[in-house]
Structure formats: structure tokens, C-alpha cells
């Protein structure tokens, strides 16, 4: 009877300690099925051509079942696929800033660096959407039956981006696509956004960043104009938070971009970063 009992009790651990094991990191060919979800969008897949999305989940590498924040969520593009990936057991969070009844747009930029949009075109900011985008995705999710966390918006400043209830240590991974350098002319405090970033990370915790490429000595100052930022000066903020520089993806690079105009002349791909960072 003992030697039974002694062997219940080492399932019941091994259950236990199975349990608590995170979910291993989604395969190439996961991660090339979501995103060939057929309930994508047409816009989303237009965005695809561009964004790739399967280098990207791939490069971040997502676990099922975590908890992601999606800082700038913009139209939720990214905060759709993290909600896909991190699926029914994970939690997505898509965070953007509320609207300044009183801000006035953004002068256009030398054309723009969306595909959706004719070349002629604003570029738009990143405090355009509203949690309404994100609320239409989660009923285009539910409606189609994909297996995918609902997405919680967020409606919170920049600096400040993390309810309290999960602002200390509660976050698996952070991501910030293509709207750091926007951050620079819409004169938010950067350095208080990553400490608040790296509070609310797991010790262990991803905090992901795209954007476009700038020139040496440009740091941030053509936010506004060009719509990039330079790399050295985007990871020295970053680490200056207490990130440490985990990974560079190269899937989006283009040497060839002279990095001097919003749409690179000749028309070709714009050389874009993608960087990783971890809390120690």
C-alpha cells in the first residue's frame, strides 16, 4: 500500500511539474499555417508582402499560452497575429494612446511607408486607432472560429502604457513595430515608456522592435520627416533601461537604401531593423 501511495504521489509531482513547464516555442510550419489563416484580411495579407510576418513570429519566437503587449497597436496588424500565436490560453494586450481632442495631425512627409496608401498620402501617427479597431478584430476572430486569445485593448499614454494590474513582472513579451521613432516628435518621455516596458516584463521577458533605419549621427531628429531613426541610438535607449541586446533579425535589412528620404529613390524596400531585447 505504501509503495502505491508513494507512487500516486510521484505522478501526481511529475503532473504537477509538467504543469508548470511553459509550451515550447511555435514551430516554422505553425507559424506559416497562422499566418495563412484563411480569415486573414486582404489588407492584412497586402501588409504581409511587406511586414513579413513568418521571418518575424519565427525571429521573436512566441510560446503559446504567454501573456503579449503590443505597444502602439495601431490597426492591431501585429496585435492580431500575437493574439493568433499565443492562442486561447495566452492573453494579448493591444495598448494605444488616447486621443488629444485638441493635437493637431502631422505634417505629411515625403510620401509614406504604408502599401495601403497612395504615395501622396499623410503618413498616419500612431495615436490614430482607437480600441474600435481591435473590438472589430476580436469579432472577425470569434466569428471565423480561429482558435486565438481575444485582445484587450489598451487606452493609455505612451509613458505611462501598463495598467496597474500588470505593470510589475506580469508580461512575457512586449512589441513595438514601426512606431518608435514616432514617439520623437510626438515628444513622449521614451526613457519613462522602456523603464515602465522593463518593470512590466517577467525577469526573461522579449521586448521586440522594428522600425526604419536612419542615417548615422541622425538619432531621432527626422521622427517627423523621414519617418526613421537610427539604430545605434534606438539600443542605446533601450539599454539604457537595463535591456540587454539579445538578437538582430536581417530579414527586413536593405543595404542598398540610401536611408534619405521617407520612400527610398529609386523605389525599392526601406532598410528596417528588427531588434530583441531581454530583461535580465
Known amino acids: 500500500m505504501r509503495t502505491g501511495i508513494l507512487a500516486a504521489l510521484a505522478a501526481v509531482a511529475f503532473a504537477a511539474t509538467a504543469a508548470a513547464q511553459p509550451a515550447p516555442v511555435l514551430a516554422p510550419d505553425q507559424v ?140 512575457d513579451l512586449v512589441t513595438l513595430m514601426f512606431n518608435y521613432h514616432d514617439l520623437g516628435h510626438m515628444g513622449v518621455d521614451r526613457a519613462a515608456m522602456n523603464a515602465a516596458t522593463f518593470r512590466a516584463l517577467k525577469p526573461g521577458g522579449m521586448y521586440v522592435i522594428a522600425d526604419h533605419a536612419g542615417r548615422p549621427g541622425t538619432g531621432i531628429s527626422e521622427a517627423g520627416t523621414l519617418h526613421r531613426i537610427e539604430e545605434a541610438f534606438l539600443k542605446a535607449e533601450v539599454q539604457a533601461a537595463g535591456f540587454k541586446l539579445a538578437a538582430e533579425g536581417s530579414f527586413l535589412r536593405n543595404p542598398n537604401d540610401p536611408r534619405d528620404k521617407n520612400t527610398p529613390d529609386p523605389p525599392q524596400p526601406k532598410d528596417e531593423m528588427v531588434l530583441k531585447f531581454v530583461k535580465p
Open 32 to 171: 506559416a499555417a497562422i499566418v495563412a489563416a484563411p480569415d486573414r484580411s486582404q489588407a492584412d495579407r497586402t501588409n504581409d508582402l511587406r511586414r513579413k510576418p513568418e521571418a518575424m513570429f519565427n525571429f521573436i519566437g512566441v510560446r503559446p499560452g504567454i501573456v503579449a503587449f503590443d505597444l502602439s497597436a495601431a490597426g492591431g496588424y501585429t496585435t492580431e497575429l500575437l493574439a493568433r500565436t499565443v492562442g486561447p490560453t495566452g492573453t494579448v494586450y493591444g495598448q494605444s494612446q488616447p486621443r488629444n481632442p485638441d493635437a493637431k495631425p502631422p505634417a505629411a512627409p515625403e510620401g509614406n511607408s504604408n502599401p495601403n496608401l497612395p504615395a501622396a498620402a499623410p503618413a498616419p501617427g500612431p495615436f490614430r486607432p482607437s480600441p474600435a479597431a481591435l473590438a472589430d478584430r476580436n469579432e472577425k476572430i470569434k466569428s471565423a472560429g480561429a482558435k486565438a486569445a481575444t485582445i484587450i485593448p489598451v487606452s493609455r499614454p505612451f509613458a505611462d502604457p501598463f495598467p496597474p494590474d500588470i505593470a510589475d513582472a506580469k508580461i
